[in-house]
Each structure stands twice: as C-alpha cells, then as structure tokens.
C-alpha cells in the first residue's frame, strides 16, 4: 500500500498550561479531499499552524511526501510543495491580481542565489500566472486590483497563490467562511477542480453542509483530542461528534435557559 502524502502522529501543542493540541493523529491521502472539523476552540487552525511550519510542535512528528518536517520553517514546506490560506485574506492589495499570484512563484524561482537576476516579469513567468488565474475562473481580473476585489474572488486569489506554492497539499483554512450560497457553491467547485488537478486538500470549514458535501473523509477534533474520524456519514451519525456540536446547547434548553 502507498505511504500517505502526509502523517500526523502524536502531536502536541502547548502554550504554557494550556493544551490546545493533544496527542492527535491522522493521514491525508493522495489525491483526497480530508475536512478537519471541530467547535471553536477544538485545536483546529493550531493543527494547520503546526502543519504548515507556522508553530513548532512540542512533540509528536509530521511526515510530508515521505520526509519528516515538523519544525521545518514554511519557506522551506513551501519549496517541498505544501501552501495554504489563512482565514483572514490579506493580498498585495497595490499589486494586481496577476502580480500577487506572479510574487507567489518567488518560491519557486528564487530558491538559488543565480536565479535572483532574472526578471519576474518574464514572458514565462506571466503565462505560468495566468494559467493558475485561469484554473481558479479569475482570468478576465488579471489588471485588476487585488484591494477593489470582493470577498468572492479575494478567495479565490488566496487559493490561486496557494496553488503556485503548494503543487502537492494545499490547506485551506475557512476560505468559505463568510461567502453567499451561490458563491460557496462555485468554490465547492474549485476546490474538486483542484483535486481533478492532482493537488492533494486539507481543510477546515465550520460549515458542516459544505464539509459534509465535499470531503471523502473528515478528523473531528474537541478541546484538542481527535474524537472521531471517517467518511461523513458515519461522522454525522458519531455520538460524540454530536454532543461536542450540540450538547450545551441541549443541556441548555433542557434547563429552560
């Protein structure tokens, strides 16, 4: 059987006297779409972090495409084909749509001192960016400034500079957070679009609908333990995956409050 693409095992993450992750493992496969689901709070986004090189894990190991990386700082997990988002989209808001995914392909090019000479406005460089634009529908926004785009499309210029760096796993950390429902259905889309691609998907999404619809198989976490892992129907049918969403909220009813 192939190895996974990437390997959580044991992890933990403590800030202080405060576990946020606790001992948490799982594999992503290649080519699949893995949701990481979990209330506010649950270890989720500090999981990415760790994953991600943003936090060194306080112990526990992380294996990507084979090779150990936990601690290993993110310019270097980008040069190895891993990207990601962030909740909060924050493009080159002075830089065009084209420039910001252009400033993306830095990774790839400056990695060596001789490459630092060559321009980054290269007919190759222009035509590599502009069939990512293409890929993620914002091809006709190529001039356009990354600051005047709405949420909708500053999403999809999020997961199109994500997509230069991460040409293997991509994390994508709530990028449906805060879209209409016509606009979470287009990046539904995408998202199996990027997987039709070859790129392998991480996410974390709150919305349980999307979730449910678009992952093959979905880690549940609680105040930092994994409390259930498995395809979404078994998910939703999990008793604990039910009392960490709706539990206190029941108590309370029940209580009259």
Known sequence: MKAPLLQVEDLHKNFGGLKAVDGVDFEVQAGEILGILGPNGAGKTVCFNMISGVYKPSSGKIIFDGRRTDGMPPFKLAALGLGRTFQIVKPFASLTVLENVMVARGIQNYGRFGRIWRTWRSKREIAAARKVLAQVGLADLAQRKAGLLPLGNLRRLEIARAMVVGHKLILLDESFSGLRHEETAKLEDLVRKIRNLGITVLLIEHNLRVSMGLCDR?????????????????????????????????RKYAAGG
């Open 218 to 250: 979905i880690v549940v976490l609680d105040h930092g333990r994994k409390i259930a892992e498995g395809n979404p129907e078994a998910i939703q049918q999990n008793d604990q995956v039910i009392q960490a969403y709706l539990g206190r909220k029941r």
